[in-house]
């Protein structure tokens, strides 16, 4: 019996699968780091989370991919951009948010929601490393600390210093020589967390700020980002206990929209949201005409996180 959907979020550093029953409670969650888009981690995240929800690919009604890889995930039998679905997962943890900022590994992108899910509009940036998690794995191999450490490390952070350039290789050397001037670790890393803050309300600022805000992607793990960005917005955000299962819940509910109505359901992902992203594409900011709505109370029982 195909009981349950799915969806997959095949990033440029993880890949994200999340499984909800037929009623829209998530059942399992499964993130794999197997390097920059790999089948390898696809093949990982979701047996994780098929042993999670003791089940099996045959069990699976309907999947749903996005991510950088969307289109390459053979088990997927529709797939929508990272816009579409991380607003709609990101609406789905928090349905009073009106505005998404998602930092992943590549990208990171700001989506302006309104009262009744409809994705207004965003703004993106994936053409450089400027803003995004690999900025900050960049600078956390220079300092010489686990990007899951670096956090933790800038929040202790006492003397204000300042890392003027968003290019992850001038940033690396301008943190090298602050090293070498003895500047300690903590407050070389708080300022390159204010530095990712300051670009992200650039980013925010394109949209137009609106609250609440709701932040996703695996830099939401990180609370010196989430500090600082607070800091920079002058406004707390809400954090999902899984910050980086927004985009994968979104397609599952999705996958679960064209199960309960097949053909209502289906959205044309060419007729907008692809030509939407690869216009917005190096930080222009564009409408985005993808109706990404969402049905009343849709608020997925959390599950196994
Ligand atoms: P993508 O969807 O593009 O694959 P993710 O949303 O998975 O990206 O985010 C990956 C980024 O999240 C990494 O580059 C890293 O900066 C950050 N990250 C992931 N896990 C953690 C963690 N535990 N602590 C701090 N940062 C994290």
């Not at 829209?24 to 390898?40: D, F, T």
């Not at 998602?102 to 409809?118: H, N």
């Not at 992200?200 to 932040?215: D, F, Q, S």
């Amino acid at each position: 019996m195909k009981s349950y959907v799915m969806g997959i979020d095949f990033g440029s550093t993880t890949t994200k699968t999340v499984i909800l029953d037929l009623k829209g409670k998530m059942v399992a969650s499964c993130v794999a780091s197997k390097g920059s888009i790999s089948a390898e981690g696809v093949q990982v995240s979701m047996d994780g989370a098929f042993a999670q929800a003791g089940i099996a690919q045959k069990d699976i009604a309907r999947t749903v991919s996005t991510g950088y890889g969307r289109r390459m995930i053979d088990v997927a039998d529709q797939s929508y951009t990272e816009i579409t679905c991380h607003a709609r997962g990101a609406i789905a943890m928090f349905p009073e948010a009106r505005l998404v900022i998602d930092i992943g590994g590549q990208d990171s992108k700001v989506i302006a929601v309104s009262g009744d899910g409809l994705v207004q509009q965003f703004a993106m940036n994936d053409r450089c490393a400027a803003g995004t998690g690999k900025f900050l794995e960049a600078l956390a191999r220079a300092v010489q600390v686990p990007v899951e450490a670096m956090g933790a490390l800038a929040m202790s952070s006492t003397e204000k210093l300042t890392v003027s350039n968003m290019c992850a290789t001038f940033a690396e050397t301008e943190v090298i020589s602050l090293l070498a001037e003895g500047k300690s670790k903590p407050d070389v890393l708080g300022a390159v967390h204010a530095a990712i803050a300051s670009r992200t309300a650039g980013l925010v600022a394109r949209v137009g700020n609106r609250n609440p805000i709701v932040m996703t992607g695996g830099v939401a793990k990180n609370h010196a980002a989430v500090h600082y960005i607070e800091q920079a917005l002058s406004a707390k955000m809400l954090i999902a206990p899984d910050p980086q299962i927004a985009g994968a819940l979104g397609a599952a509910l999705f996958a679960l929209d064209e199960v309960a109505k097949p053909s209502a359901a289906m959205m044309d992902e060419e007729d907008g949201a692809d030509e939407a992203m690869s216009s917005a594409r190096g930080c222009a900011t564009q409408p985005c005409k993808t109706a990404a709505k969402l049905p009343a109370n849709e608020r997925p029982l959390l599950g196994p996180m």
